[in-house]
């Protein structure tokens, strides 16, 4: 690196006060001078006007009295004046005398006239003038010696301020060997400067630098302490964060995004998706508690099993579904008697709940083609459910080839319907059960295909899950939504599944938007309860994000996934949408009847108002008011409609 040059400040004192010497010197100098040489040259012109004056009167004498000899007389004698050049009496009639001295032409140069009038004695007559040329040899004189004596008194002035100028370097010297020291210098090591013990204000700057030294030391020590506690914690936060996104909270095994990620990976693959058959009724008769506990002793069960085989990779999808990825593909009969030896080892575990046996069985789909794995082993178990088979393997022969060109069938529609804007979102309103007025609308994605037809989410939401189509759709509803509501005085609901929650592009389009429209006071996100909703650290940062920018937040389907209350708890959530599931058949089920009025006083004492969603009769309507529900929306009131000019039924 090229070394910057260093300007001495003593250098710079040291010329600033030269240039304004030499000015203020040069300045007074010349003006001295100028009057000097007026003075000098003024006293010589008096001095031979005087001269004039004083011989002018014995001149006119002589002259009037005609005696030529006399004034020839006084001639010689003022010639004899060694500043008297030349002297010339005239009168009118005659020149009566004109004399040059021998000096004349070596001093004519710079002389000047005298002239005098003379007049005739005792009158003011004038009868002739004097004419004296004065030599300027005595103004030259005095010029030269004073030009002498202020060079002289300028070489005095010159030393001492050389002198000077030495002892201001002296004064300052200091400063510079500070500043030499200070650029060896490094917070690891100090320098002692080495003029503390000085009186004067160099002394003051050299001790505080020696105390800024021993600060900045001691802070530059706690700011490295800081920083390795910090990457220490950014690394260990990164590492979490990593292991949250792709792992399942519940069994810490990895989930659907990290199969995703391996399958890309990894390049010939065979995939086997297991899924635990009825596990809802084992929910329900046993309690969300023991079903979590079931599928932790599960996933273990799982790995012991499998643990010999290290081309196996076991994937935790959500709930009761999980995912076994071949990192290298077996032999085809090798791969359909793992399936089968697992299905037949599952079937022999017992699980125990105070003296209750609970067994379980499983069914699987499976895929060994390499492309579209995933959708293929997902087509293959839903046959094998629906043929009620336990193992099923995804292969053209079968039908299940229809179902997996339907699939991409819909692909296509869903690209075609982004393409050409046809994802639309319907609008149905929630009405408030004490004044029966709308106030809120839940915004509902619709695909409207080429003939018009308005196509319901729940055939196309899992496809576009599966083709990652799905952010996209998820993007469109809230600009679409947004825009809808941004003049309007209504509150308006949108869904967001946990998988928008974890995608932080996702996440920053929406807090994009919702401040580019400016709803965030309006509008209500409603995350679905079943969908891995246990990832607490991850939705509790979005929704806290969320209410800072004034949002709020809905759990959806609340009552049908796991630990439901525990979440009300964990989740500082402003609603509750109560499960259809519930609600349909609210007016004969007296269980369900129990469940809601338990969980409509629990909401209550955490100031968290309820929706009943699903309500398709009067007398459902009725019973979710008389169980004391906030809010209510379905059919026999409102059906989604593309604008919200709604009549209540």
Not at 52 to 58: G, Q, V
Not at 73 to 78: F, K, N, R, T
Not at 130 to 145: A, D, F, H
Not at 385 to 401: A, G, N, P, T, V
Request: with cysteine; charged share 25%.
């Amino acid at each position: 690196m090229k070394r910057r040059k260093i300007n001495s400040l003593s250098t710079k004192i040291v010329f600033l006060i030269a240039l304004v010497s030499l000015f203020i010197t040069f300045i007074v100098f010349s003006v001295f001078e100028k009057i000097n040489r007026e003075a000098f040259h003024q006293i010589e012109i008096e001095k031979a006007d005087i001269i004039a004056k004083t011989i002018e009167p014995l001149i006119a004498l002589n002259i009037y009295l005609d005696m030529q000899e006399n004034v020839n007389q006084i001639v010689l004698q003022l010639i004899e004046n060694p500043n008297i050049l030349s002297v010339k009496i005239q009168t009118p009639d005659k020149v009566v005398n004109e004399t040059i001295s021998k000096r004349y032409k070596e001093n004519v140069d710079g002389s000047f006239v005298v002239e005098n009038i003379i007049f005739r004695p005792n009158s003011k007559q004038e009868i002739g003038t004097l004419s004296l040329v004065y030599s300027n040899k005595r103004y030259k004189e005095l010029i030269s010696k004073h030009t002498n004596l202020t060079l002289i008194l300028l070489s005095g002035l010159g030393i001492i301020f050389i002198f000077f100028s030495l002892y201001i370097k002296k004064l300052l010297s200091p400063l510079r060997a500070i500043s030499k020291l200070l650029k060896e210098y490094s917070p690891e090591q100090n320098i002692e400067i080495p003029f503390a013990s000085q009186n004067n204000e160099i002394g003051l700057i050299s001790s505080t630098l020696n105390d800024m030294q021993q600060k900045i030391s001691e802070y530059a020590k706690r700011q490295k302490d800081i920083n390795h506690y910090l990457e220490e914690k950014v690394t260990e936060k990164t590492s979490q964060l990593r292991h949250q996104l792709y792992s399942n909270s519940l069994t810490n095994l990895p989930n659907r995004l990290s199969l995703l990620k391996d399958i890309a990976f990894f390049n010939d693959t065979a995939l086997l998706i297991i899924n635990i058959d009825d596990f809802k009724e084992i929910n329900d008769f046993f309690g969300h508690f023991v079903g979590d506990t079931i599928l932790i002793k599960f996933s273990s069960r799982l790995m012991v099993m499998l643990e010999q085989d290290k081309n196996i990779v076991v994937h935790h999808l959500f709930g009761d579904e999980f995912a076994l990825l071949f990192t290298q593909k077996p032999p085809l009969q090798d791969f359909i008697k793992i399936a089968q030896k697992l299905i037949s080892d599952i079937e022999k575990i017992i699980f125990f709940h105070e003296n209750n046996e609970i067994g379980i069985r499983v069914t699987i789909g499976g895929a060994y083609q390499v492309d579209g794995g995933l959708e293929k082993a997902d087509i293959a178990l839903k046959s094998a459910k629906k043929h009620q088979k336990s193992f099923l393997l995804y292969d053209e022969k079968l039908h299940i080839e229809e179902q997996y060109k339907e699939n991409m069938e819909w692909v296509k529609k869903l690209k075609k319907a982004i393409d050409q804007d046809k994802i639309v979102p319907f609008f149905q309103p929630i009405f408030d059960n004490s004044t029966d007025k709308i106030v809120s609308y839940e915004c509902l994605i619709r695909l409207i295909d080429s003939n018009n037809n308005i196509i319901s989410p729940s055939l196309f939401l899992n496809i576009a899950k599966k083709s990652r189509l799905y952010s996209i759709l998820t993007k469109i509803m809230i600009e679409k939504s947004c825009s809808y509501f941004e003049h309007l005085d209504y509150d308006f609901s949108v869904n967001l599944s946990v998988e928008d929650i974890l995608d932080k592009d996702i996440v920053d389009y929406i807090k994009s938007k919702i401040k580019i429209h400016n709803v965030e006071n309006k509008i209500i996100f409603e995350i679905l309860e079943s969908e891995g909703i246990e990832n607490y650290e991850e939705v509790s940062i979005f929704i806290q994000e969320m209410k800072e920018l004034g949002c709020r937040i809905a759990i959806d389907d609340f009552g049908s996934g796991y630990s439901n209350f525990e979440h009300l708890l964990k989740l500082n959530i402003d609603y509750i949408k109560i499960d259809g599931t519930l609600i349909k058949n609210l007016d004969k089920d007296k269980n369900a009847q129990i469940i809601v009025e338990i969980i409509v006083d629990f909401a209550k004492r955490l100031n968290i108002l309820t929706v009943a969603e699903f309500v398709h009769s009067r007398e459902i309507f009725e019973k979710v008011k008389e169980l004391h529900v906030d809010r209510t929306q379905g059919f026999f009131l409102a059906e989604p409609q593309q604008n919200i000019d709604f009549e209540v039924k």
